[in-house]
């Protein structure tokens, strides 16, 4: 889910070494593990500590990354029983205010892509992956929802910007988003109407923001200028959804799983999720319901069975405590038996 290494500010040879181990370990094939088998197919996402936050991107870290890990953005399709599903990784790092440029009307021209995309297919189900969470009020998770600037370009953030999230909720419309950056991970439920209880003006234009569409057909420039209207709009249509289990039909539109960090002090957090065909897939009902069970979601929608499950492969703590016991056992009591026979 990114931040696959800290690796903004290191020499090219650490860099290198990073990845050859980083590889080694997920059993990736690279010019130093060619004995591994490739049967298995890697996406990655581009994380701050993989190409920096808006104000930090700099031409070589964009192509030391997409050299090694592939593109910023992607999207591929992928049969599940029936029918197919539509999965987009976005390039969440430079979507908000970003100090090149070119890289934020790449990353917009993606998303400008995909929505044509769903609006030309929108019975395709949409999984879509992103480092940095949707935005949430304060106290919906561990993160807070404020962003710090540095001559108006992003030097900080804990989610995307409240204008960017309704932009993707509403233009989008994802069934689910699996995002990271949050070490404590959460879940959320994010509830979606199309149209705002009156119409938002748009500066001195004769456009106006009351339904989804108007804000879909906004250019970059546009969703730049009027960032406080479309935070308006958003305030009006986009809300969390009232309680996750048992919820009913349209009670939430989008399921935002944070994925918990993978790094010991968190457990070693890794994230599966199931995709599973329904005996309605071919005619899906109208009816969407999720729960949780600790930090397992379960939803139906689409006629599909979506299900995310974290797995801990081990707290760094007990693991150096497992290593201590060890290390006493192979050298402390062998000594001691010495002593004992002398």
């Known amino acids: 889910m990114g931040d696959i290494f800290s690796c903004q500010w290191i020499s090219k040879e650490e860099y290198y070494r990073r990845i050859h181990r980083f590889k080694w370990i997920s059993h990736q094939v690279d010019s130093k593990n060619r004995s591994l088998s490739g049967n298995h197919i890697y996406y990655h996402i581009a994380g701050n500590h993989d190409i920096g936050y808006g104000e930090e991107t700099e031409p070589y870290h964009i192509n030391r990354y997409t050299n090694n890990f592939g593109p910023l953005s992607r999207e591929w399709l992928s049969r599940i029983g029936d029918s197919t599903h539509r ?14 440029i070119q890289y934020r009307q790449q990353a917009w021209q993606f998303v400008h892509q995909l929505v044509a995309e769903r609006r030309e297919r929108p019975d395709i189900p949409l999984i879509l ?11 919906a998770c561990v993160a807070s929802p404020g962003i710090k600037y540095h001559k108006g370009f992003v030097v900080y953030q804990d989610y995307l910007s409240p204008a960017t999230s309704a932009y993707l909720l509403h233009c989008l419309a994802p069934t689910f988003v699996l995002s990271g950056h949050d070490h404590n991970g959460c879940q959320a439920a994010h509830s979606v109407k199309t149209s705002a209880s009156q119409a938002i003006p748009l500066g001195m234009t004769d456009k106006s923001l009351r339904s989804s569409e108007d804000l879909c057909s906004l250019t970059l420039e546009e969703i730049d200028e009027f960032q406080a209207e479309i ?16 919820v009913g039909t349209s009670a939430w539109d989008t399921l935002e799983v944070t994925v918990r960090s993978a790094m010991g002090e968190f457990g070693g957090a890794a994230g599966v999720f199931d995709i599973r065909a329904t005996d309605h897939s071919r005619q899906p009902s109208p009816q969407r319901h999720a729960r949780t069970f600790g930090r397992i979601v379960a939803a139906r929608a689409n006629g599909y069975e979506y299900q995310y499950r974290e797995v801990l492969l081990g707290n760094h703590l007990g693991i150096r405590v497992l290593l201590v016991v060890d290390l006493v056992s192979c050298l402390v009591v062998p000594a001691v038996l010495l002593l004992l026979k002398l």
């Open 231 to 246: 935070e308006e709009f958003a305030r009006q249509t986009v809300m969390p959804a009232t309680g996750f289990d048992d």
């Open 129 to 139: 992956f992103s480092h940095i969470p949707l935005h949430k009020h304060a106290g």
């Open 87 to 100: 999965f987009a990784i976005l390039n969440a790092m430079n979507l908000d205010k970003t100090r090149r």
